[in-house]
């Protein structure tokens, strides 16, 4: 039997004034590409940054390819903040050269691939950057690395509606290592429906629906933007 | 492969709708290479997970069969392929016959349908 990328046993996430997580349970097997889809505030940042090691659970069971995060699954976990962390001052190629020092996982081959996909030019200032290229930016930084689970905290805001979706299917497609296990976390569900392989709906900080999109669609008749609309409303 | 998905139905059902009514026609013949799923991922713009299903099911079919690092084939067999053929010709006759009676059609209806529809195509 293969071991998950991931197992969340009735993870719960408090904070002071609220509750991020309010008991998830899910278990995700390698290679799959996961659509985590709630509104902002649903607790979709949260389960992600808990899955790469960088906040723990309140209480509950967290497993990232059989081990409990931390140093030996952040070898093997690329997490893509939402947030933008770099330095105006530096260089698209100084911040790759600058990541690799710590990620040494990072191929600068596959960055060059991206910065060609991305359309960003190597000697270009971060801080110069529109948002839409910073956005990009991100992309070729995390896919650059050889990550076995890849976390994307939703990596379409920002980036142009129309390559949106071009985008969305090379990261599940050509850019996409052999195997890779992805979780994308997105609002926004039209453009990335049919690269889902399996779906989770976070409430509340609850997985009020969860399952293989294809079975989903079986057994309901409605695709995943439908349901978001009708489980999340 | 270029179609429009179905959002609401299994679109590796789909894939695999289509490819079969491709090899039953004759678009890909018995013994050719499909193109691979990178490929066919591409032309539909799914994630070749979902291409990947719809190969791994057409297989169970036996209409096609996958050789390791070298690709998935269509049989050599081409009572296969018939058999698959009349079978889903009986499924979009079946689909015809629900949908005609939902207009009140009779069988003999249906017929003289038919062969009025067969003079005016002569014409």
Redesign the interface.
């Known amino acids: 039997m293969t071991i998950p990328a991931v197992i969340l046993d009735n993870v719960v996430k408090r904070f002071p004034l609220t509750k991020a997580l309010d008991g998830v349970n899910l278990a995700i097997d390698p290679g799959k590409v996961v659509g985590l889809l709630g509104h902002n505030g649903s607790g979709k940042t949260t389960m992600l940054k808990i899955i790469a090691g960088l906040r723990r659970p309140t209480s509950g069971r967290v497993e990232v390819f059989g081990m409990t995060p931390g140093v030996e699954t952040k070898k093997r976990v690329a997490f893509l903040s939402e947030v933008n962390t770099y330095y105006d001052w530096m260089t698209v190629d100084g911040l790759l050269n600058f990541v690799k020092s710590f990620h040494p996982d990072l191929c600068l081959e596959k960055a060059a691939e991206l910065k060609e996909f991305m359309k960003l030019k190597g000697a270009a200032k971060i801080g110069a950057l529109s948002k839409g290229q910073q956005a990009r930016l991100k992309l070729v930084v995390g896919l650059s690395r050889q990550a076995d689970l890849m976390l994307l905290d939703e990596p379409l805001a920002g980036i142009d509606p129309p390559s949106r979706a071009k985008i969305l299917h090379a990261l599940v497609g050509e850019l996409r290592q052999e195997g890779q296990t992805v979780i994308i976390s997105t609002h926004e569900v039209k453009e990335a429906e049919p690269i889902f392989d399996h779906v989770v709906f976070l409430r509340e900080g609850r997985n009020v629906l969860e399952g293989d999109a294809e079975t989903l669609r079986a057994e309901t008749g409605h695709s995943m933007e439908e349901l978001f609309g009708e489980v999340l409303e | 492969m270029q179609f429009e998905?179905d959002?609401?139905?299994?679109?590796?059902?789909q894939i695999m709708d289509a490819l079969i009514r491709q090899i039953a026609r004759g678009h890909w013949p018995p013994g050719g290479k499909l193109p691979s799923i990178?490929e066919v991922?591409?032309g539909?713009?799914?994630?070749?997970?979902?291409v990947a299903?719809a190969f791994q099911e057409l297989e169970r079919t036996g209409l096609v069969e996958t050789r390791r690092g070298e690709g998935t084939f269509v049989t050599i067999d081409t009572k296969v392929i018939k058999d698959c053929r009349e079978e889903t010709a009986r499924e979009v006759w079946a689909e015809f016959l629900v949908k005609i009676r939902e207009l009140g059609f009779t069988n003999e209806d249906v017929q003289r349908l038919a062969a009025e529809l067969k003079e005016e195509g002569k014409r």
Do not use: D, K, S
């Open positions: 998905i959002e609401r139905q299994p679109i590796y059902r990178r991922a591409e539909v713009r799914v994630n070749p997970n979902t299903r």
